[in-house]
């Protein structure tokens, strides 16, 4: 079956990328240095995911939406405060 897709999404510098990192160190043990196109790692014997993350336009995020299995939405929790 085909990997599930997870798009990461949010306004730049809220940790999209870290949260990337941070799911590819835990599933796979790899660092990973700069995350670019979509990441597929395994997350258990017979489960695969796709990593992506969105860019900040309207158009792919529509785009993403449509195809994603599972959206996050990464925000700044320090905004406004």
């Known amino acids: 079956s085909p990997p599930s897709l997870v798009a990461v999404v949010g306004p730049p510098g809220v940790g999209k990328s870290t949260l990337i990192r941070s799911l590819v160190k835990i599933y796979s043990n790899h660092n ?14 017979q489960k695969r995911i796709t990593l992506l993350e969105c860019p900040n336009t309207p158009t792919a995020m529509l785009d993403v939406a449509k195809t994603a299995d599972l959206v996050l939405l990464c925000v700044d929790a320090k905004f406004g405060f």
């Open 32 to 45: 990973l240095t700069n995350p670019t196109g979509p990441i597929t790692v395994c997350t258990s014997k």
